[in-house]
T-cell receptor
């Protein structure tokens, strides 16, 4: 039973560039969430996708956008990268109709902006 | 808005000892869920235990158990017979109960736990 998979594992970009991160949910899950985790901090909620729609968004600028595909996989796009966007980006999946469904996380993508 | 506070940035115990990690939260909600996640150096956030606020019984998962005090808004994690593999960052997290709503986790700052041989 495949868990949540994220790609790539690591990424180095230059300020001003754009980046796309990818996530495949755990088998049977239909909801994908994205979190940003700065070094030494707890993860911060970016947004969640359910039925290909953005269900809720955290306090992140419009430079952060996402998409969910019919197979429930998801992408996170960040435009006009800033040094402060350097972080571990975590994808999590869950069952959208189950109240309090635990989130299952991937190994994350480490993004470094230089 | 909900907040989660973990007051112990770091803890260290000897193998086989029992350790308790503290977590408090602030919310005006009456129905919610609480979680403990561990994040080893491999970076993957792993679910340790889940508690439903409307259940008075404390959740347990093998060596892991919680002490849930709803009135005090406290949710501590006890690890019994600690093992070297328990070394990790531990995060307490809150999820509001929402019918057909987003399953958003609010995390604390984490406690770095080291188990020494």
């Amino acid at each position: 039973d495949a868990g949540v998979t994220q790609s790539p594992t690591h990424l180095i970009k230059t300020r001003g560039q754009q980046v796309t991160l990818r996530c495949s949910p755990k088998s049977g899950h239909d909801t994908v969430s994205w979190y940003q985790q700065a070094l030494g901090q707890g993860p911060q909620f970016i947004f969640q996708y359910y039925e290909e729609e953005e269900r809720q968004r955290g306090n992140f600028p419009d430079r952060f956008s996402g998409h969910q595909f019919p197979n429930y996989s998801s992408e996170l796009n960040v435009n006009a990268l800033l040094l402060g966007d350097s972080a571990l980006y975590l994808c999590a999946s869950s069952l959208g109709r189950l109240e309090g469904s635990p989130l299952h996380f991937g190994n994350g993508t480490r993004l470094t902006v230089t | 808005a909900q907040t989660v506070t973990q007051s112990q940035p770091e803890m260290s115990v000897q193998e086989a000892e029992t350790v308790t990690l503290s977590c408090t939260y602030d919310t005006s909600e009456s129905n919610y869920y609480l979680f403990w996640y561990k994040q080893p150096p491999s970076r993957q956030m792993i679910l340790v235990i889940r508690q439903e606020a409307y259940k008075q019984q404390n959740a347990t998962e093998n060596r892991f158990s919680v002490n849930f005090q709803k009135a005090a808004k406290s949710f501590s994690l006890k690890i019994s017979d600690s093992q070297l593999g328990d070394t990790a960052m531990y995060f307490c997290a809150f999820m509001k109960h929402q019918i057909q709503g987003a399953q958003k986790l609010v995390f604390g700052q984490g406690t770095r736990l080291t188990i020494n041989p």
